[in-house]
Every structure is written in C-alpha cells, then in structure tokens.
T-cell receptor, first 112, second 115 residues
Framework: GQQLNQSPQSMFIQEGEDVSMNCTSSSIFNTWLWYKQDPGEGPVLLIALYKAGELTSNGRLTAQFGITRKDSFLNISASIPSDVGIYFC????????????FGKGTKLSVIP | GAVVSQHPSRVICKSGTSVKIECRSLDFQATTMFWYRQFPKKSLMLMAT?????????EQGVEKDKFLINHASLTLSTLTVTSAHPEDSSFYIC???????????FGDGTRLSIL
C-alpha cells in the first residue's frame, strides 16, 4: 500500500531554533496535510496543501507541496516550548481518494 | 475551524463489557467518518470508513463483529467495541471530512482500558 516516509523520527532543539521536517513518497499525492498531536489528544490540522509548488504559512509554520507531488516539508521558525508534540504528514494519493495515508510522525522536543 | 467532538474521553471497564464511543461533527456535515486506533508511539491505524446511511468499510484484519460502526446521520457516527478484552485496550480516534480530498478533522480520542 501507500507509504509516506517522514523524517526525522525525532528532534531535540533549543528554544528559538528553527525546525524542518519532511515527507516523501514513491507515488504522487494530490493533497498534503500536516497535523500536530499532543499527548492524549487527537491530531489537529496545521496546514493543508492542494497544488504542486504551493507554499502556505500559518503563523510560525510554513509548509510546501513539492513540485514533483511526491514530497512536502514543514518548517517551524523560532520554536517555543508549546511546539512540543508529534507532527504527522498525511496525504491523499489520487483523485476521488478519501483515505489518508499517514507518515510515522516526527516527535519534537524543545529545550527551554 | 471544523470541530469534531468525541465522547467519552476515557473509559475503564471490566473484560466482557461492550463500550460505545460517539463521534460528532459539530459545525459541518461529514460526508465520511473514519475510525482509527493508535498504539503508543505509533501512527494512526485506520480501522474503518463509514458513510452516512451505508455499511462501514473495514480494513483488513479488523473484525466487523467486534467493532460495530453505525453512521446514522451526517453528524454522528458510533463505534461499539463488543465484549471488550484487555487486548482491545488502546487509544481510539475518530475523524470526519466533507467532500473528497478535504482534510479530515479529528476528535480528541478515547482512551479505552479493559481490566
């Protein structure tokens, strides 16, 4: 089945640093989504991307839909302690697709 | 943003009990609702997909008779774990989406613990 390779698996960064994580796929996706999950809660949608090349920001978060449609990245600028959590990429792989494929997640730890 | 409410947030019960979890889309009509299971430190594992008024589609390896799904309206889906056993203990999360390719919005999950 479809797989998304998400990296890195985990990150430890100093407060104030910028963070970058990405997802790649062997097949084309037509929608990329980035979610954040805090412990004991459901994932919360951060950014949705619908077009190849699209660059979208949400506050300190920026995500891009890769030109090849096989990858996406998420950047977090000037990290703060509340950025701690697990970030998942997800995507829809075809027209008419209704099932999300998820990456395995990136666990972010921010050292104050 | 879209809001999905999941209830209860936590259940602790004895082995053999059946447990019902509700998932409601509060501010939009959900064409499709999804039920996931998440193991510690793992990604979400899709269990089943349900459309309003029709039978749910279960993923391979998920027992239909064990995990009963009812999607009676465009705003409500329920998952019933029948005759639950300790191995059914897990974090169950629902999501809802509108038309195709729209983002799924997730509930806050239900922590199920079977003693």
């Amino acid at each position: 089945g479809q797989q998304l390779n998400q990296s890195p698996q985990s990150m430890f960064i100093q407060e104030g640093e910028d963070v970058s994580m990405n997802c790649t796929s062997s097949s084309i996706f037509n929608t990329w989504l980035w979610y954040k999950q805090d412990p004991g809660e459901g994932p919360v949608l951060l950014i949705a991307l619908y077009k190849a090349g699209e660059l979208t920001s949400n506050g300190r978060l920026t995500a891009q839909f890769g030109i090849t449609r096989k990858d996406s990245f998420l950047n977090i600028s000037a990290s703060i302690p509340s950025d701690v959590g697990i970030y998942f990429c997800a995507g829809y792989s075809g027209a008419g697709s209704y099932q999300l494929t998820f990456g395995k997640g990136t666990k972010l730890s921010v050292i104050p | 943003g879209a809001v999905v409410s999941q209830h209860p947030s936590r259940v602790i019960c004895k082995s053999g009990t059946s447990v019902k979890i509700e998932c409601r889309s509060l501010d939009f009509q959900a064409t499709t609702m999804f039920w996931y299971r998440q193991f510690p430190k793992k990604s979400l594992m899709l269990m089943a997909t349900s459309n309003e008024g029709s039978k749910a589609t279960y993923e391979q390896g998920v027992e239909k008779d064990k995990f009963l799904i009812n999607h009676a309206s465009l705003t409500l889906s329920t998952l019933t774990v029948t005759s639950a056993h300790p191995e059914d203990s897990s974090f169950y999360i629902c999501s809802a989406s509108g038309p195709l390719n729209q983002p799924q919005h997730f509930g806050d999950g239900t922590r199920l613990s079977i003693l």
